[in-house]
């Protein structure tokens, strides 16, 4: 069955870098786009960034964590990163990976979602 396992998560100093991790299997993950939310607490889940399918990696962002988080993917390992730089306080939620066929910023339009995992940043 479809599995995602995210890992990475942790706490970091406001300034700071981390970097996120998502394995998958269960499913063909190249014909896959892949993204990252993000859910605060008593706030909703947020987008964060997605990136295509194989050939030509497009990506987008949410306007939050645009310069300064990256999205890549490694299609031989069936992992998707987030690497989240110059962190801040907001930054602090679970952090959840998600996997569709459709490459949007549209929560509702990934059938498929990790766990999540915890950062939390520091001032």
């Known amino acids: 069955q479809v599995q995602l396992v995210e890992s990475g998560g942790g706490l970091v100093q406001a300034g700071g870098s981390l970097r996120l991790s998502c394995a998958a299997s269960g499913f063909t993950f190249s014909s896959y786009a892949m993204g990252w939310f993000r859910q605060a607490p008593g706030k909703e889940r947020e987008f964060v960034a997605a990136?295509?399918?194989?050939?030509?990696?497009?990506?987008l962002y949410g306007d939050s964590v645009k310069g300064r988080f990256t999205i890549s993917r490694d299609n031989a390992k069936n992992t998707v990163y987030l690497e989240m730089n110059i962190v801040k306080p907001e930054d602090t939620a679970v952090y959840y990976c998600?996997?569709?066929?459709?490459?949007?910023?549209?929560?509702?339009?990934?059938?498929?979602w990790g766990q999540g995992t915890q950062v939390t940043v520091s001032s």
């Open positions: 990136i295509r399918w194989s050939g030509g990696d497009r990506t």
């Open positions: 998600a996997a569709g066929r459709v490459f949007t910023t549209t929560r509702n339009a990934y059938p498929y």
